[in-house]
């Protein structure tokens, strides 16, 4: 089955700055890579997708990138705030399949 | 969008009692919907795939006389922990896929049920 895996566990940076996270996965068969950001207490919320014939996808402060060849795909958070400040997982699934399999998850705080 | 509902929030529990947790989608029909549980500071852990119609599919390690899956309407799973233990105290998270959505495209996630056991 698929496993994926996720780097940091935990992150911080000065607000302002950029944070990157990244995930592995082993299954050649996922295409579609979404990332959830859950606050404390709360349901994770998707912020970001990208599917496997797309190399990048941006929105506002947020971007995704993916390497299929590697099989790994990062998160770009740019001139972060106070409120970024959550658990970001990522994940990996097949469009049509079945499950989700989820990164590990990585705590990223930013310092005011 | 999609939204799913996930009732209670909290619950509170005597060891040894059973506690049931509702998941329903509120704007589609779910075939399909996911539990999954997380303990603090970790990873969304798949427990179990609930089938409307049959019998749920459930992971590795996941005891299923003690976790009771029922999904008996397209828009309805509820999860059952049965004579539970502190060490079932987890937050529970349901999700659904709206299918008229483009498959995992539309993946939802409740918004989850804190259950303390005592």
């Known amino acids: 089955g698929e496993n994926v895996e996720q780097h940091p566990s935990t992150l911080s940076v000065q607000e302002g700055d950029s944070a990157v996270i990244k995930c592995t996965y082993s299954?050649?068969?996922?295409?579609?890579f979404p990332w959830y950001k859950q606050e404390l207490g709360k349901r994770p919320q998707l912020i970001i997708d990208?599917?496997?014939?797309?190399g990048e996808k941006k929105d506002q402060r947020i971007a995704v990138t993916l390497n299929k060849t590697a099989k790994h795909f990062s998160l770009h958070i740019t001139e972060t705030q106070p409120e970024d400040s959550a658990v970001y997982f990522c994940a990996a699934s097949i469009v049509w399949g079945n499950q989700f399999y989820f990164g590990t998850g990585t705590s990223l705080t930013v310092i005011p | 969008g999609a939204v799913v509902s996930q009732h209670p929030s909290r619950v509170i529990c005597k060891s040894g009692t059973s506690v049931k947790i509702e998941c329903r989608s509120l704007d589609f029909q779910a075939t399909t919907m996911f539990w999954y549980r997380q303990f603090p500071k970790q990873s969304l852990m798949l427990m179990a795939t609930?089938?409307?119609?049959?019998?749920?599919?459930?992971e590795q390690g996941v005891e299923k006389d003690k976790f009771l899956i029922n999904h008996a309407s397209l828009t309805l799973s509820t999860l059952t922990v049965t004579s539970a233990h502190p060490e079932d105290s987890s937050f529970y998270i349901c999700?659904?896929?709206?299918?008229?959505?483009?498959?995992?495209?539309?993946?939802?996630f409740g918004s989850g049920t804190r259950l303390t056991v005592v």
């Open positions: 999700s659904a896929r709206d299918p008229t959505t483009g498959g995992n495209y539309g993946y939802t």
């Open positions: 609930s089938n409307e119609g049959s019998k749920a599919t459930y």
């Open positions: 990208i599917r496997s014939n797309v």
């Open positions: 299954d050649s068969a996922s295409n579609y």
